[in-house]
């Protein structure tokens, strides 16, 4: 049984839902009136009541089936959260490395909470480089990582065994500060975004780098330079929500025959969801 399933609670069963985000506290009162306070998490975790509503046939048939396809809490699924489901513009935080993580940032008064979103809605994603519209990346719509294409790479040819290292590129063509991500060396640079001091057109410094101790280069590996930790990059587009099933339990009361219409009516109790971590 798989613990998530990438499949959307039917849009229209969610509008209405009562709920939003929570935290946990822990709070610690004195006699003076004074308080000490522990957040017990760093992100909030969303929960929402579904239930108490009338239905007919067709959506209870629709939310039992649903319902026990996820086993009542066993099995995760996508939910629209209409009170919060869209970022426009939303700053990323791009490291110089292959990927970053869609994000959306809630500030007020000098604070902020940052957010990951891990349930993009695909076609709805769009990203902005610099102001302007910007296309070489891909994405991951089950974990909200961005896979950017790189704007530069070439092959390594020599790497000294020193602090800081120093990479040979014949003529490199890259600038002091720039942040360059560095693989298959065989040596500690591998897999990480490093800062660079140019010292001519064919070589460069690794800064804070420190090879003394790593296996003697041989040959291989290769720089490549990403989307920068200093340029603007932006997101806008919509999100779902990862969540379960709050309870075990499906409950709903049949009340009428509507003999006007020629339906069943039926009475949905509780049916409360909760965020998971994903």
Same mark, same amino acid.
Request: charged share 25%; glycine share 8%; proline share 4%.
């Given at each position: 049984?798989?613990?998530?399933?990438?499949?959307?609670?039917?849009?229209?069963?969610?509008?209405?839902?009562? /709920? =939003?985000?929570? #935290? *946990?506290?822990?709070?610690?009162?004195?006699?003076? @009136?004074?308080?000490?306070?522990?957040?017990? %998490? &760093?992100?909030?975790?969303?929960?929402?009541?579904?239930?108490?509503?009338?239905?007919?046939?067709?959506?209870?048939?629709?939310?039992?089936?649903?319902?026990?396809?996820?086993?009542?809490?066993?099995?995760?699924?996508?939910?629209?959260?209409?009170?919060?489901?869209?970022?426009?513009?939303?700053?990323?935080?791009?490291?110089?490395?292959?990927?970053?993580?869609?994000?959306?940032?809630?500030?007020?008064?000098?604070?902020?909470?940052?957010?990951?979103?891990?349930?993009?809605?695909?076609?709805?994603?769009?990203?902005?480089? /610099? =102001?302007?519209? #910007? *296309?070489?990346?891909?994405?991951?719509?089950?974990? @909200?990582?961005?896979?950017?294409?790189?704007? %530069? &790479?070439?092959?390594?040819?020599?790497?000294?065994?020193?602090?800081?290292?120093?990479?040979?590129?014949?003529?490199?063509?890259?600038?002091?500060?720039?942040?360059?991500?560095?693989?298959?060396?065989?040596?500690?640079?591998?897999?990480?975004?490093?800062?660079?001091?140019?010292?001519?057109?064919?070589?460069?410094?690794?800064?804070?780098?420190?090879?003394?101790?790593?296996?003697?280069?041989?040959?291989?590996?290769?720089?490549?330079?990403?989307?920068?930790?200093?340029?603007?990059?932006?997101?806008?587009?919509?999100?779902?929500?990862?969540?379960? #099933?709050?309870?075990?339990?499906?409950?709903?009361?049949?009340?009428?025959?509507?003999?006007?219409?020629?339906?069943?009516?039926?009475?949905?109790?509780?049916?409360?969801?909760?965020?998971?971590?994903?």
């Amino acid at each position: 049984m798989t613990p998530f399933v990438e499949e959307r609670l039917d849009m229209g069963y969610d509008r209405g839902a009562v /709920g =939003g985000p929570e #935290f *946990s506290t822990d709070i610690v009162e004195f006699g003076s @009136g004074h308080e000490d306070r522990n957040a017990n %998490w &760093d992100d909030a975790r969303g929960r929402w009541e579904l239930g108490e509503r009338e239905i007919d046939r067709k959506d209870l048939d629709y939310l039992q089936a649903f319902f026990r396809a996820r086993r009542g809490r066993a099995v995760g699924f996508r939910y629209r959260d209409w009170n919060d489901y869209r970022a426009q513009s939303e700053a990323l935080a791009p490291d110089g490395t292959p990927t970053v993580q869609l994000i959306k940032t809630y500030a007020s008064a000098g604070e902020s909470q940052v957010r990951e979103i891990r349930k993009p809605v695909a076609a709805t994603v769009t990203l902005q480089r /610099g =102001g302007a519209t #910007f *296309s070489a990346w891909s994405l991951d719509s089950t974990t @909200g990582i961005v896979t950017l294409t790189s704007d %530069w &790479d070439a092959a390594i040819e020599s790497l000294t065994q020193a602090a800081p290292a120093v990479v040979t590129i014949t003529g490199h063509g890259r600038q002091t500060g720039d942040v360059l991500y560095i693989t298959g060396t065989g040596t500690s640079l591998d897999d990480a975004a490093h800062a660079i001091t140019v010292i001519d057109p064919d070589t460069f410094s690794v800064y804070g780098s420190d090879t003394s101790g790593d296996p003697a280069y041989s040959s291989g590996g290769t720089a490549e330079q990403y989307v920068q930790p200093s340029e603007s990059l932006t997101w806008s587009g919509e999100f779902d929500v990862p969540v379960r #099933f709050a309870t075990d339990e499906f409950r709903a009361r049949f009340e009428a025959i509507s003999e006007r219409q020629n339906v069943a009516l039926y009475f949905l109790a509780s049916l409360p969801v909760v965020e998971v971590r994903v």
